[in-house]
Structures are given as structure tokens and as C-alpha cells.
């Protein structure tokens, strides 16, 4: 089964058949990928919020973002007009010590 594409052309989750079916037996996980396993990985990129209503920039430009630096120009609101402002952060970042997190 595990070689066996679905309707939209993927190949099925494996842990996700076995728990569908209801298989008590152990389902070998030594040949799955982390993908599989965990889930697909988070963006690398840190994508800021551009204001106080946690907007981000327009998908199609965070989706054609190669590295942090292509969306240099759009800082993350709380950075605007201070010293860190080039700096790209992701805006879940906590902030623990207001404007400047990391000092």
C-alpha cells in the first residue's frame, strides 16, 4: 500500500492508514521519513508582521522569498525607526524586553 498513490496523486501517510484502519499491529517506522513522521517542515523564513493587526506581507511575495533578506523590506512594525529595523524577524517572536528583543 505504501506504494499506492491517492485520488490527488500523494503517496498515503502510513501511521495515519494504520490508525484509520484500526491496525493493532506496529507499523515499521524505520523506512519513513521525518515528512511522514512529523509532518511537513516549517518555513525557514521569518515572516514579520507589518502592523499592529498582525497582517503579513501578500503571500505571493513571502511564497517567492528565497532567504530572510528578500523580505528586507518589510520590516516587522515594531522594528520601524529603530536601529534594528534591517534586521528580518518572524512576528510570533516574543519580544521579552520591549523594542530591542535580543539585548
Not at 506504494?3 to 515499521?28: I, W, Y
Not at 517506522?29 to 499592529?52: F, H, V
Not at 512594525?77 to 523594542?99: A, C, F, H, N, S
Request: aromatic share 6%; with cysteine; charged share 30%.
Amino acid at each position: 500500500m505504501s506504494a499506492d498513490l491517492l485520488r490527488d496523486g500523494s503517496v498515503p501517510d502510513l501511521l495515519k492508514l494504520a490508525e484509520n484502519a484500526g491496525a493493532k499491529e506496529e507499523v515499521d517506522k524505520s523506512n519513513m521519513t521525518c515528512e511522514q513522521l512529523y509532518g511537513p517542515y516549517p518555513r525557514a523564513i521569518p515572516t514579520p508582521y507589518i502592523d499592529k493587526d498582525e497582517n503579513t506581507p501578500p503571500p505571493e511575495m513571502v511564497d517567492a522569498a528565497k532567504t530572510m533578506w528578500d523580505l528586507k523590506s518589510m520590516p516587522d512594525y515594531r522594528d520601524k525607526g529603530t536601529p534594528d529595523e534591517w534586521i528580518p524577524r518572524d512576528g510570533r517572536l516574543v519580544r521579552l524586553t520591549g523594542r530591542h528583543p535580543f539585548n
